[in-house]
């Protein structure tokens, strides 16, 4: 026997048309959603009723708060670019099974009235011409059915440009555990009270601050008497000099005299 090699058969994947047959759904809010864009060329919204948060593609559930979100909101067909790109590489679209002719811009756009944005496409791929917060409309499809491609897509329209915000952020509940613990805490700490200082200390604190004030007074005024003194004392001196001067030359005088005297006598 002879083994007979086996032909070897090679498999292409081509990205040309092709099917993709298979269905999912989309849930009572997503139903909703694409309804609104089929019958009446709307975008509406579900809003959280515990943060406030408004969510342009529906869902059942708020991300942060796990809240069941029942309450829809009417939103605006005009939006804001929050980021773009422009594609050069062609790839099937997984929606349709054709290949999307390049090259295209996707965009994420959060319509006004939303706290979120979904992606879409943009009809313009001259960088120069797309900015981040740009204004943007939807156009819709003249034929409908229920799809979020029901929006053909979306164009840039003549207004300022707005300046895209943050999502809210809902601030995080505190537990009753934590709340119960921090009760303990304020209860076990002892207030301060406040000293009231009465108004004998705060006149005896007035009266030290004045004192050095008198001190200082009294020794320029004792400064100032003793340099009198001085000067009198001074003015005195010479007048004592003469005195005592003219004291001596008398005394000198009188035993000048007294010698001659004495010595006429012997004579």
Not at 188 to 200: D, F, G, S
Not at 249 to 266: F, S, V
Request: proline share 7%; net charge positive.
């Amino acid at each position: 026997m002879t083994d007979i090699a086996p032909k070897k058969e090679y498999l292409k994947i081509t990205s040309g048309e092709m099917e993709q047959p298979f269905e999912w759904s989309v849930g009572k809010p997503g139903s909703r959603f694409l309804m609104e864009l089929r019958d009446n060329k709307r975008i509406i919204g579900l809003k959280c009723p515990k943060c406030g948060i408004v969510y342009a593609t529906p869902r059942n559930v708020c991300r942060t708060c796990f809240v069941e979100l029942n309450e829809w909101v009417p939103l605006s067909n005009k939006g804001t670019v929050m980021t773009f790109t422009v594609l050069t590489f062609g790839f099937v679209d997984p929606s349709t099974g054709i290949e999307r002719p390049v090259p295209y811009t996707a965009i994420f756009v959060k319509p006004d009235g939303a706290d979120t944005s979904f992606g879409h496409f943009l009809d313009e791929t001259d960088l120069s011409k797309i900015k981040i917060g740009m204004r943007v409309e939807a156009v819709y499809e003249e034929n409908r059915i229920g799809s979020l491609l029901d929006i053909k897509h979306f164009t840039a329209i003549k207004e300022p440009e707005a300046k895209p915000k943050e999502a809210k952020k809902p601030k995080p509940k505190k537990s009753k555990k934590t709340k119960a613990v921090k009760a303990k805490k304020t209860a076990a700490k002892p207030k301060k009270k406040k000293v009231v200082k009465p108004k004998a200390k705060k006149a005896k604190a007035a009266k030290k601050a004045a004192k050095p004030k008198k001190k200082k007074a009294v020794k320029v005024k004792a400064k100032k008497a003793k340099t009198a003194k001085a000067k009198k004392v001074k003015a005195k001196k010479p007048a004592k000099l003469k005195k005592t001067r003219t004291v001596k030359a008398t005394k000198a005088k009188g035993k000048k005299g007294k010698r001659a005297k004495a010595k006429k006598g012997r004579r």
